[in-house]
């Protein structure tokens, strides 16, 4: 089993990126895949799925989101596609406490998952993340803050309307990343992600 890939991040795809280490490309499906930064070196956690038909790893940024896919991957009807994307949907903190909780309406508004697939995350996760000691430790250590967060929306939206205007998804991706860096600490609205981002394709 793969714990962990540490690299550079050699290029990305609209679901994955690759890590290259020794001279060997990883490809790793992840969440988010373009808010990785080309040539950025990075620590991956991994899950590796083996199948007849395929050998898959699934990166994460936090050691603790990947062990909470792999409880995920514990519940009946939850493959790594879904578990992917519950993890990706917002603070995995939330869902923590939403599991704690019993928090059905607010399971049920995850991708892929229906009330009784809730009640099963509910049923087979509750003792299982306080046993692991994630429901004590995950919220602190992987979370997300306030400014991260509408950083984050502010440049997918920003991306979306770029696309919208003609720009392909690797230009409009391009033109955020480096406008995002240029913010630096602060908070941008969205009309500011586009200007920004104009302002840096059209010197290119």
Known sequence: MIEFI?????????????????????LLFCVHPLEWEEGEEVTVY?????????????????RQVRDLFRLLLEVSGIGPKVALAVTGAGNPGRLVEAVEQEDLRFLT???????????????????????SGLNESFVSAVRVDTSRQVARAGSLEAIEALQALGYNEEEASQ?????????????????????RALQFSMKE
């Open 109 to 131: 508004k995850l991708p892929g998952v229906g009330k009784k697939t809730a009640q099963r995350i509910v049923l087979d996760l509750k003792d299982k993340l306080k046993k």
């Open 175 to 195: 033109a955020v990343a480096i406008a995002r860096k240029d913010f630096g600490e602060e908070e941008p609205g969205l009309d500011q992600w586009i200007r």
């Open 6 to 26: 540490r690299g550079i991040v050699a290029y990305r795809t609209a679901e994955t990126i690759v890590v290259e280490t020794g001279g060997v490309g990883y």
């Open 46 to 62: 991994t899950h590796q799925v083996i199948r007849e038909d395929a050998h898959t790893l699934y990166g994460f940024r936090e």
